[in-house]
């Protein structure tokens, strides 16, 4: 499993046993961190010093690593009784959870919100909610997760254009389908920025600021703010993380069919910046982990189809068999 990662161009570089806010030993190390119990990492946040809180889009659990040394989850937390879910003969539905962000002391997590693969329509997969997580380490739900933000979209004026009415009903990788996959906090501290990966007006990907997050969970409509088009050339978002002062994005093709690509954005520019350094081969990049006091950022991959033993990561039947992997990676200054 390591020897493909380390075929990548990528450089990828490890933080392991440096402090807080120092920089890695040089000559860095190339670092692959691989997680275990899970396969189809989405949307994350920072829990602490080293540990992050992901989730993963096939189930609803919330799970904490350590993002230096890997391995199992430290702690886990199935949300299913708490989301509002419409049971069915399986059990609990996936509420397909793609992104994630936080503005302390909660963390905010979003659906998809659009339908299954085949289009068939779910309501489970309309669900914007927060959590909180306690002393003693404990991700509890705040408040009750908030089922119509399709709604406040479909509604608001400043997306009439885009026709997301359409959109919400074609299947969420088919072309113009609706898919939303990248969510960040802004430099306010209050709102956030959500982005789409389907549809892409002009071929560009869209993105609208929610201005009250919080109120959601406490049954308060959204409020919208401003609508920008990024050109990524071509390409939807699958993420997205404001890291010291710029924003980052995994871009990445609306039918999962090719590569993903890294780009930096100022928060002005109509075309972000690609790295063109970041090669993602072998990867299928969903998440960042962005720790504000290190150098280096953790990009975790959705390893759902990933061969192990011949068989794709999420269709083993062991728990403890799966896996998906994560890489340090240096970026290149501010401009």
């Not at 990548?8 to 190390?29: E, H, I, N, Q």
């Not at 992104?99 to 339908?115: M, N, Q, V, Y």
């Not at 081969?281 to 953790?298: C, Q, R, S, Y």
């Amino acid at each position: 499993m390591i020897r493909g990662m380390l075929k990548t161009a990528f450089v990828m570089t490890a933080v392991l046993g440096s402090s807080p806010g120092d920089r890695p030993p040089s000559p860095p190390t190339t670092k692959v961190v691989t997680f275990e119990g899970a396969c189809d990492a989405s949307g994350a946040v920072v829990q602490g010093k080293w540990s992050f809180t992901v989730a993963d889009d096939e189930d609803n659990i919330i799970r904490v690593y350590d993002g230096k040394t890997g391995g199992r989850p430290i702690r886990t937390t199935d949300l299913s009784s708490s989301l509002g879910l419409s049971m069915g003969k399986k059990g609990a539905p996936e509420t397909d959870i793609e992104a994630a962000t936080e503005i302390p002391p909660l963390s905010f997590w979003l659906s998809s919100h659009g339908r299954k693969s085949s289009g068939k329509l779910d309501t489970n997969r309309f669900r914007f909610f927060a959590t909180r997580t306690s002393r003693n380490g404990t991700v509890q739900l705040e408040g009750k997760p908030y089922t119509q933000l399709l709604d406040d979209l479909l509604a608001a004026p400043q997306l009439a254009a885009f026709d997301l009415a359409s959109a919400s009903k074609r299947a969420p990788k088919a072309e113009g389908g609706l898919n939303i996959e990248g969510m960040t906090a802004m430099e306010d501290g209050k709102s956030v920025l959500i982005g789409f990966r389907n549809p892409l007006p002009e071929g560009k990907a869209l993105t609208i600021v929610l201005l009250n997050p919080a109120e959601l969970p406490q049954g308060k409509p959204a409020r919208l703010g401003a609508v920008r088009l990024l050109d990524f050339g071509g390409l939807g978002i699958r993420s997205i993380s404001r890291w010291k002062g710029r924003y980052l994005f995994i871009a990445g093709p609306t039918s999962g069919q090719g590569g993903s690509r890294l780009f930096t954005w100022d928060g002005k520019a109509e075309r972000p910046t690609l790295v063109e350094s970041a090669d993602f081969t072998d990867l299928n990049p969903e998440a960042f982990v962005t720790f504000e006091d290190k150098e280096e950022i953790l990009a975790l991959s959705d390893d759902g189809t990933r061969l192990l033993d011949g068989v794709e990561c999420k269709r083993l039947q062991e728990p403890e068999k799966k896996r998906f992997r994560g890489v340090w990676l240096r970026l290149p200054p501010k401009s």
